[in-house]
């Protein structure tokens, strides 16, 4: 099913994206170009086939992944806050959300 | 047999003889930078203060044996150093000034290396040309009228040009390899697990990798002896030891079998790459490696599993840039769903956004088991590939890339046509395994070319090993029109 320019402004406003009516123009033949792209996968018969989990080792999958759970100094909230664009009162400061 | 000095190793004789000092190479590295910034706009920062004062204190320290001692490096953006920006090439991240360092920097600092500063890179890593960042492309300094390749296009060219010996780069698809291709340089991408990513900002999770560019291969096996191993702080790195990468470089090829998959010689590979490439494999032979034809049936269907595994994973890690907690924040959005989508849409660029909207469609409702599920299962079958060809070889032999270095704006219009460009290096991300480009000729056109091994897991060495003779034989003398 070819992607058309109301499936590029459903997708934009799942991902928070706010596009401009020029960008959906631009996306929408180039994204269906790549969709038709990788659906050459369905040349191959995967019935049988497991997904692989991620590109982990076997070294890597037996390597203990945790540590232990001891705490240690985090950043602080003066620096946590830092690189905040709207700091105020010790948290971060949003738009209202209502 | 002479033996090429390394790069490395050149300034560690001026630096023991007296001949120099660590502030006299600290300063001609950042003086070099600022100067061919004007014409390659390699760096996003230069960090003169910070380099100079740490180069001083060394100089004014007794020697511990640190084996980077004065070495400088240079960084890519998307890797944290604490004081320094991360700005990833994008205008989203502010830019950001992260507050600790990335795991792998911090033991190039503990082995002495001076950071000269972070080098231009495609927006958040994405892409194959370095067209893509915010803050401009980086020029090539074979020819500045082509790109250097990307996404660690500008890690590339601050070692092509001689500013540093060493840079770190990162590789999703082959953002070491290729651009190391393009700029006649040695780049590397180390197995899955090998180097922490601990301060590397995610493109693609089950991809990424830190990767080291040099000159010579004896030069990243240094490098790599310093970052690589376990780390607590990354769950994904693997208790494997890390062995002296360059005490183990014996330049005897003999015995190692290299595996030529010829499929992969065909059609859209340029034909002055091709003989190039399989001259140089010719020349392995002369040295005494045994080379074998192998099969990697699935492997042309690699850009179109890579596309929706990559694409997936960066929808999900790019969703934290979103104008709350650092970097930039849109204004004139009274409400918080309409400061997300403006930050967003003003902070990233055109290929961030295709590749975030790519990923939430394969990964939304109705569409997971068609694109994603499919493409991790074709991801197995490209690891079995690989699997039955390490049973015939050592290391498997191909172009990094189908052509030279191309034209600036001459893909830009055609995404699918720029991921192409990903056709030789992106299945080694795919299965986890480790990747080396070297360069083994110049184009008519005077462009280098790049000869890709790839290798079992943790066969760094051998990949190395394989660099180094080449290097040895083949001493790889010419240089760009610019530089130092």
């Avoid at chain 2, 299945?427 to 000869?451: D, E, K």
Wanted: proline share 6%.
């Amino acid at each position: 099913m070819p992607i058309t320019e109301s499936d590029i402004e459903k997708i934009a406003q799942l991902a928070h994206l706010e596009i401009t009516e020029e960008e959906k123009r631009a996306f929408t033949p180039q994204i269906a170009e790549i969709v038709a792209y990788v659906e050459q996968l369905n040349e191959l018969d995967t019935k049988d086939v497991e997904p692989a989990a991620g590109g982990l080792t076997p070294e890597g999958e037996a390597t203990d992944s945790s540590r232990d759970d001891i705490a240690r100094p985090s950043l602080g909230q003066e620096l946590a806050l830092d690189q905040a664009p709207d700091p105020a009162s010790g948290h971060f400061r949003v738009p209202k959300v209502l | 047999m002479t033996t090429p000095l390394s790069q490395i190793e050149a300034l560690r004789v001026k630096l023991a003889d007296g001949t120099s000092t660590a502030h006299a190479i600290a300063s001609t590295a950042v003086d070099n930078a600022e100067k061919l910034n004007e014409q390659l706009n390699a760096f996003l920062e230069i960090d003169r203060a910070g380099a100079l004062l740490l180069a001083t204190e060394l100089d004014d320290s007794p020697d511990a044996g640190q084996v980077l001692r004065g070495i400088p490096i240079a960084i890519k953006d998307n890797i944290c150093v604490r004081g320094l920006q991360a700005s990833c090439g994008s205008r989203v991240l502010g830019p950001y000034h992260p507050p600790y360092n990335a795991t792998a920097v911090d033991r190039l600092s503990a082995a002495g290396a001076i950071i000269v500063g972070k080098t231009n890179c495609d927006e958040f890593a994405m892409g194959s040309s370095n067209e893509n960042s915010a803050f401009g492309p980086v020029r090539n300094p074979w020819d500045t009228t082509r790109v250097p390749g990307g996404s660690s296009g500008g890690s590339a060219v601050a070692v092509a040009t001689g500013i540093v010996p060493v840079a770190l780069g990162s590789e999703t698809g082959g953002s070491v390899r290729q651009p190391a291709a393009l700029c006649g340089i040695v780049g590397l991408k180390p197995t899955y697990g090998r180097i922490s990513r601990y301060g590397l900002v995610a493109f693609a999770s089950s991809l990424d990798q830190i990767g080291i560019f040099g000159r010579s291969a004896r030069d990243i096996a240094m490098v790599l002896s310093v970052v690589a191993g376990r780390d607590p702080n990354d769950s994904t790195t693997a208790d494997v030891a890390v062995p002296d990468y360059e005490k183990d470089l014996s330049r005897d090829v003999k015995g190692i079998r290299i595996g030529v998959p010829r499929e992969l010689f065909g059609e859209g590979l340029d034909d002055e790459v091709r003989t190039s490439v399989e001259r140089a494999i010719e020349s392995y032979r002369e040295l005494g490696a045994e080379i074998v034809d192998i099969e990697l049936p699935h492997s042309k269907y690699c850009i179109a599993v890579y596309y929706i595994i990559a694409t997936a994973e960066a929808s999900s890690n790019l969703a934290r840039f979103d104008g709350v907690r650092y970097g930039f924040r849109a204004e004139e959005a009274p409400e918080l769903r309409q400061m997300y989508r403006r930050t967003r849409d003003e902070g990233f660029g055109a290929e961030v956004k295709r590749r975030i909207m790519l990923g939430t469609y394969v990964l939304s409702s109705g569409y997971y088991e068609a694109y994603y599920r499919k493409a991790q299962q074709v991801r197995t079958l490209i690891k079995q590939d690989f699997q039955k060809a390490f049973e015939k070889c050592d290391a498997i032999a191909t172009p990094t890339t189908p052509t030279t270095a191309f034209l600036l704006g001459e893909k830009t219009d055609d995404p699918l046509e720029m991921y192409l460009n990903d056709i030789y290096t992106c299945t080694a991300n795919l299965a986890g395994i480790p990747g080396i480009s070297l360069p083994c000729g110049l184009s008519q056109a005077g462009l280098p070319i790049g000869l890709q091994f790839v290798g079992n897991h943790w066969s760094e060495g051998t990949l190395l090993k394989l660099a180094d003779a080449y290097d040895a034989s083949h001493p790889f003398s010419a240089r760009p029109s610019i530089k130092v």
